[in-house]
């Protein structure tokens, strides 16, 4: 194997055996041991999939990124993913000058933007700068690519998006439907879990 996949697979060892030793909280709390082993797994597989997405507008990375991974341990994941979820929002729906100004736009809502970024900045830039297409979809991958994580047990968030459910069809108009589809509609699509009747 030559010195520099010998180098890779060197720092990807780093990398796993740092988020391996990191413990995670969730909503303030530790994780479970199987769930923080599942979050460690899962932010490895992350750093891989942002070197071949480097690779793939031509950026290689030339160390190991300490401080990211230092940073993205001592967050709470729901602010890891709440931010990322706003990065991509913003992303997709607004338009930014540059990719400071798109950070400025962000770091009023997630003060640590720009350390949860920073594995990806130079693409962020090349999208903002030049309008890149490669330099978008890698952006947008890569702010995706951990909202995949799926985590048993976490009942709050179970609980929040049936709530965010019922809220949403609580908020859609009724008009349109006479009573009889409204009636088929509800027995499709029950308000409740409990009433899987058909």
Same mark, same amino acid.
């Given at each position: 194997?030559?010195?520099?996949?010998?180098?890779?697979?060197?720092?990807?060892?780093?990398?796993?055996?740092?988020?391996? /030793? !990191?413990? $995670?909280? =969730?909503? *303030?709390?530790? &994780? #479970?041991?199987?769930?923080?082993?599942?979050?460690?797994?899962?932010?490895?597989?992350?750093?891989?999939?942002?070197?071949?997405?480097?690779?793939?507008?031509?950026?290689?990375?030339?160390?190991?990124?300490?401080?990211?991974?230092?940073?993205?341990?001592?967050?709470?994941?729901?602010?890891?993913?709440?931010?990322?979820?706003?990065?991509?929002?913003?992303?997709?729906?607004?338009?930014?000058?540059?990719?400071?100004?798109?950070?400025?736009?962000? /770091? !009023?809502? $997630?003060? =640590?933007? *720009?350390?949860? &970024? #920073?594995?990806?900045?130079?693409?962020?830039?090349?999208?903002?700068?030049?309008?890149?297409?490669?330099?978008?979809?890698?952006?947008?991958?890569?702010?995706?690519?951990?909202?995949?994580?799926?985590?048993?047990?976490?009942?709050?968030?179970?609980?929040?998006?049936?709530?965010?459910?019922?809220?949403?069809?609580?908020?859609?108009?009724?008009?349109?439907?006479?009573?009889?589809?409204?009636?088929?509609?509800?027995?499709?699509?029950?308000?409740?879990?409990?009433?899987?009747? =058909?």
């Amino acid at each position: 194997m030559s010195n520099s996949k010998n180098q890779v697979v060197s720092t990807w060892e780093i990398v796993e055996a740092k988020l391996r /030793r !990191a413990l $995670f909280l =969730f909503q *303030g709390q530790r &994780l #479970s041991d199987q769930n923080n082993q599942m979050v460690a797994d899962a932010l490895s597989l992350w750093y891989l999939a942002s070197d071949d997405l480097l690779r793939s507008v031509g950026i290689s990375r030339d160390s190991l990124d300490n401080r990211w991974l230092n940073r993205l341990s001592s967050l709470d994941l729901v602010e890891v993913f709440s931010a990322l979820k706003g990065a991509d929002l913003a992303l997709l729906t607004q338009d930014f000058s540059s990719y400071d100004t798109f950070k400025q736009y962000l /770091r !009023a809502e $997630f003060p =640590f933007i *720009g350390d949860l &970024l #920073s594995p990806m900045s130079r693409v962020f830039a090349s999208w903002f700068t030049c309008e890149d297409q490669d330099a978008f979809s890698a952006c947008h991958c890569w702010l995706c690519f951990p909202s995949r994580l799926n985590l048993p047990g976490l009942v709050a968030l179970e609980d929040a998006a049936f709530s965010g459910y019922l809220a949403r069809e609580e908020s859609l108009p009724t008009d349109g439907f006479t009573e009889e589809e409204a009636q088929l509609i509800s027995t499709w699509f029950p308000r409740s879990l409990e009433l899987n009747q =058909f």
